[in-house]
């Protein structure tokens, strides 16, 4: 599913929502601008809720979701995915990473929720700690054989 809005997104798993059971790889890819004010903001629940948990235990997930939350200033959005039973699985290893606000405006906050190996852009290496870029290099090794 590659989405390009929240509005996007509710549609393409209401029109997916009877095959997700059957899928052995969901990719989903999503852009999307929230507000708590809005109804249909998307959280980490929302993604356990009406995608990973309705898959089936032997699916393969990858994401790459990009959030740019308006109107949240407790991080309720953020938060929610750090909380998410998704982001806490060894395999596929979830990141969660607060982009830099500097940019936005104040009532603003940049994040993104990808897995690894992100295959999307190149990475900025300050992103990563030395234990990650071992796991990271470790994982790419184990995907090669």
């Given at each position: 599913?590659?989405?390009?809005?929240?509005?996007?997104?509710?549609?393409?798993?209401?029109?997916l929502s009877s095959v997700f059971?059957?899928?052995?790889?969901?990719?989903?890819?999503?852009?999307?601008?929230?507000?708590?004010?809005?109804?249909?903001?998307?959280s980490g629940d929302t993604i356990?809720?009406?995608?990973?948990?309705?898959?089936?235990?032997?699916?393969?997930?990858?994401?790459?979701?990009?959030?740019?939350?308006?109107?949240?200033?407790?991080?309720?959005?953020?938060?929610?995915?750090?909380?998410?039973?998704?982001?806490?699985?060894?395999?596929?290893?979830?990141?969660?990473?607060e982009c830099d606000s500097w940019?936005?405006?104040?009532?603003?906050?940049?994040?993104?929720?990808?897995?690894?190996?992100?295959?999307?852009?190149?990475?900025?290496?300050?992103?990563?700690?030395?234990?990650?870029?071992?796991?990271?290099?470790?994982?790419?090794?184990?995907?090669?054989?």
């Amino acid at each position: 599913m590659n989405c390009v809005d929240r509005r996007s997104f509710h549609r393409a798993v209401a029109l997916l929502s009877s095959v997700f059971v059957q899928l052995t790889h969901l990719s989903l890819k999503l852009s999307a601008c929230t507000s708590m004010s809005d109804h249909l903001f998307i959280s980490g629940d929302t993604i356990q809720q009406l995608c990973i948990d309705r898959l089936k235990t032997s699916a393969i997930y990858t994401l790459n979701l990009s959030f740019q939350v308006e109107n949240d200033m407790e991080k309720i959005i953020l938060n929610s995915f750090l909380k998410a039973p998704f982001t806490r699985r060894e395999r596929p290893k979830v990141l969660i990473y607060e982009c830099d606000s500097w940019a936005t405006r104040n009532k603003c906050y940049d994040f993104v929720v990808y897995t690894l190996p992100y295959k999307n852009t190149s990475l900025p290496m300050h992103l990563f700690s030395r234990d990650l870029e071992k796991y990271v290099e470790h994982m790419l090794f184990v995907l090669r054989l």
